[in-house]
């Protein structure tokens, strides 16, 4: 029998912002769901933004799955495979980018964990809790598609 | 033919801000100034709010900072609920918000000295770009990295156990405190297996400040001249003149080390401390009343801390300051490089209070919130790791929030931040005919002295407002781009 991979799934943002909060949504579901199914070897987190401590974090994991929200021009979410960065200055860096982090691991652990990361498309990011209705459709459809994937060998990609 | 340099966005420092040269005809600077885009809608959204609601609401405000904003919440509700200020509050109320707040400071000036200032020290100011960050220091200098990594963890760690959980945190209420710590928390903080331990995180914060002594010995012209200017200093001290991060009263002195806010009650905050809006900045300048618009302007965070303080009430951060003191023979300390020598010491005493604070009993048990007669108005400052923080609320008979003014750290150090970059831009691009990425670096390296916090707490992919604003000699508008 295969090994399981040792899964993480690490949602970002402000839940205080309105569709910021999408990320800390999407993980809050989901651990719901595996503790529910019982589904093996998936840790979860969330914070308000990724950090190098996240660099210690993934280290021990085979896949990572960073969730955050997006303004990009999409219909609802899309997953893309994140690669460690060019060692280049961030814009914010009191805050890091997931291929911030991906590179920081492979650099001090010499650990190179697959790491995801799912864009859920969101709408309004005012001072105000709860996410707008059109931002729950899609967080619904990234929902069902991590399910699917996590039931299916965890190959994110396929 | 005069010219004129936008550096934006400023990197490394949070939220988005911009900087602007303008040159004279002879090529040199006429004029620099840091515009920072700074949303205060925050004071109008909690107004009609339940006041009970604000410790949480407020961290809303920043993903980076949000513990500091939450304790000073907190503390402006304790005076509402009639728990008094400071020592008010029950000792387990008390203590699990210094615990709270230590670990805050420990983490964030762990994170600002390895991750933000280690680069410009490793690499140099005009050090290649590529490698000028902490993915260089990793690659470099693995022990500093994993040290700076693990330190951070272990103030993250801390504070989710005192704040209840990572996001939106609910350990400080109005009187006191939520929860205890529990003796499996503590066990963990106190004897956790390396490097997750308090022993060694007080070995590491020595280490760090000891390296930053050797770097200062080895690189002391660039150290102490670097962006050198008086100023007033202003800070919360504890009653008997202490080095006090949670509370205090509020002591300003100025360039001589003549106090020119004697320790007084922060509740009149405003009696003595007002804001100036200038026309080219979204962000407010404050000032000592006093003093004055003109020579009432003040810096505020770890240099003017160890400013305003008389000593340190921890041995080895006391031992710091007294070689810290030393080097300026007593007087205020005016060189902007050597913040990053107060912040290590200050994180050392943030070290050290929390060991303290573990070994206390009183945060397993005992009584969590004191009551008392509510009142309408209330003040909380608190010295966040930037700087002083205000949160002033006002409520109405139905317990909705009628006021709230918030000065945040970064505010406070506006005209300082200014100071420093003019003084750089003068000093690195006077009569120069080329600009380069180095010296654009040092007017950022000056800015980021003072670690300033923009509140921007959303960072959702993509969304990231800039404002580009082009003036010719004249100040007339040639063209503005949003992103």
Known sequence: MAEIKKTMLYGYGNPGRQDDGLGNEFVSIMEEWITKEGIPEITIDSNYQLNIEDADAISDKDIVVFVDATIEEIDDFYIDRVEPSEAKVEFSMHAVSPAFVVNLCNQLYNKFPEVYLIHIKGYEWDFAEGLTEKAKENLNKAVEYAKSKILDGRNFMD | ?483
Request: glycine share 8%; net charge neutral.
């Open chain 2, 1 to 483: 033919m005069s010219k004129k340099i936008t550096i934006e966005p400023v990197t490394r420092v949070e939220g988005h801000g911009k900087v602007t040269i303008k040159f004279d005809d002879a090529g040199n600077v006429e004029q620099s100034r840091l515009h920072i885009v700074e949303f205060r809608g925050f004071e109008r959204f909690v107004q009609g709010r339940p006041y009970w609601e604000a410790p949480v609401l407020v961290q809303r405000l920043c993903g980076i900072c949000p513990v500091s904003h939450h304790l000073a919440a907190a503390k402006a509700l304790d005076v509402i609920v009639g728990a008094g200020t400071g020592n008010g509050l029950t000792p387990t109320g008390e203590k699990m918000r210094r615990l709270m707040h230590y670990g805050q400071f420990f983490q964030s000036h762990v994170l600002h000295f390895f991750h933000l200032v280690s680069p410009d020290l490793l690499f140099g100011v005009d050090g290649d770009p590529a490698i000028r960050n902490v993915i260089g220091v990793a690659m470099k200098h693995k022990d500093l990295a994993v040290m700076g990594v693990m330190m951070r963890k272990f103030g993250q760690e801390i504070i989710a156990a005192t704040a209840g959980k990572k996001i939106h945190g609910t350990g400080a209420i109005p009187g006191g405190i939520n929860k205890h710590l529990s003796i499996a928390e503590r066990d963990s903080f106190l004897l956790g297996a390396d490097p997750l331990n308090i022993d060694k995180m007080i070995e590491w914060a020595q280490a760090a400040l000891d390296f930053l002594k050797d770097y200062q010995k080895k690189n002391t012209d660039f150290i102490d001249n670097f962006s050198k200017y008086d100023s007033n200093y202003l800070s919360l001290v504890r009653k008997d003149g202490a080095l006090d991060l949670y509370h205090g009263v509020l002591r300003a002195v100025d360039a001589n080390g003549k106090k020119v806010l004697n320790d007084v009650d922060y509740q009149e905050y405003d009696k003595y401390i007002s804001e100036e809006v200038r026309s080219w900045s979204y962000m407010k300048f404050p000032y000592i009343i006093d003093q004055g618009k003109e020579k009432g302007w003040y810096r505020v965070g770890p240099l003017a801390r160890l400013n305003t303080a008389d000593f340190i009430p921890t041995p080895l951060a006391q031992k710091e300051f007294e070689i810290y003191k030393a080097y300026t023979n007593g007087k205020p300390n005016n060189m902007c490089m050597h913040n990053h020598w107060a912040r290590l010491i200050e994180c050392l005493h943030a070290a050290e209070m929390i060991k303290v604070l573990l070994n206390d009993p009183d945060l397993l048990s005992g009584e969590l919130v004191t009551k008392g007669t509510k009142t309408n108005r209330g003040v909380g400052l608190i010295e966040a790791p930037r700087g002083t923080l205000f949160h002033h609320y006002e409520i109405n008979e139905n317990d909705q929030i009628t006021k709230a003014n918030l000065i945040v750290s970064t505010t406070n150090n506006n005209e300082p931040m200014n100071r420093s970059v003019n003084n750089v831009a003068k000093s690195y691009m006077n009569g120069k005919d080329t600009i380069t990425e180095g010296m654009m670096n040092a007017v950022e390296v000056a800015i980021r002295a003072y670690d300033p916090c923009l509140s921007c707490a959303t960072h959702a992919l993509g969304k990231m407002p800039l404002e580009v604003t082009l003036l010719d000699a004249n100040d007339n508008l040639i063209d503005r781009k949003r992103s």
